[in-house]
């Protein structure tokens, strides 16, 4: 005897709704699997940045040069123990390098509650005395609309530069390393 119409109907819905839900968790589980494993490095800032920062807090100068050298690690420590200091930014697990011609960074962001993989490629110039910052490569996985405002935000953000009490004279890029000299204001 042959089930009615409906029931059949019904137990095909059923099947593809179910087919449905195994696809996506499958999906999701491919993605949160094929995400890299986080770059995990010391929160530590470099000593360097720490004893530039204490001379200006102590307000004993006015014009004085200053020179700091970070490395790849030591900038990757730096960051993430400004990242550790202050959790409302939503990334994580920093990793830089340092080349010549551009400064790559990558890590883990939380947009919208997930986390990602994010990455960028950017160029790093001095322009009167403030560092200007040209994004070479943004690899987000975000719809166009929503890059672009981050985008602006980032440039937005690079213009409080002009709030710090140092200007730069001068930045040396080289393969896994950076050498800052600047004056303060």
Same mark, same amino acid.
């Given at each position: 005897?042959?089930?009615?119409?409906?029931?059949?109907?019904?137990?095909?819905?059923?099947?593809?709704?179910?087919?449905?839900?195994?696809?996506?968790?499958?999906?999701?589980?491919?993605?949160?699997?094929?995400?890299?494993?986080?770059?995990?490095?010391?929160?530590?800032?470099?000593?360097?940045?720490?004893?530039?920062?204490?001379?200006?807090?102590?307000?004993?100068?006015?014009?004085?040069?200053?020179?700091?050298?970070?490395?790849?690690?030591?900038?990757?420590?730096?960051?993430?123990?400004?990242?550790?200091?202050?959790?409302?930014?939503?990334?994580?697990?920093?990793?830089?390098?340092?080349?010549?011609?551009? $400064?790559?960074?990558?890590?883990?962001?939380?947009?919208?509650?997930?986390?990602?993989?994010?990455?960028?490629?950017?160029?790093?110039?001095?322009?009167?005395?403030?560092?200007?910052?040209?994004?070479?490569?943004?690899?987000?996985?975000?719809?166009?609309?929503?890059?672009?405002?981050?985008?602006?935000?980032?440039?937005?953000?690079?213009?409080?530069?002009?709030?710090?009490? $140092?200007?730069?004279?001068?930045?040396?890029?080289?393969?896994?390393?950076?050498?800052?000299?600047?004056?303060?204001?």
């Amino acid at each position: 005897m042959k089930a009615p119409k409906f029931l059949r109907k019904l137990n095909i819905n059923t099947l593809f709704v179910v087919i449905l839900i195994v696809a996506n968790l499958f999906t999701w589980l491919r993605l949160l699997l094929a995400m890299p494993e986080p770059y995990l490095v010391d929160p530590v800032r470099d000593p360097e940045v720490v004893a530039l920062l204490e001379y200006i807090r102590s307000g004993e100068h006015s014009g004085e040069e200053w020179v700091v050298h970070l490395t790849e690690e030591e900038a990757e420590q730096t960051i993430a123990w400004y990242l550790n200091r202050y959790p409302q930014i939503p990334f994580a697990h920093p990793h830089v390098e340092i080349t010549s011609d551009y $400064v790559f960074g990558e890590g883990d962001a939380t947009i919208t509650g997930l986390r990602v993989h994010v990455s960028g490629k950017a160029s790093v110039t001095l322009e009167n005395g403030l560092p200007k910052v040209e994004i070479l490569e943004l690899s987000l996985p975000l719809p166009r609309p929503i890059r672009q405002a981050l985008e602006q935000e980032i440039d937005r953000q690079l213009q409080r530069a002009d709030l710090l009490p $140092v200007r730069f004279t001068s930045a040396e890029w080289h393969d896994g390393e950076v050498i800052v000299e600047g004056i303060i204001r």
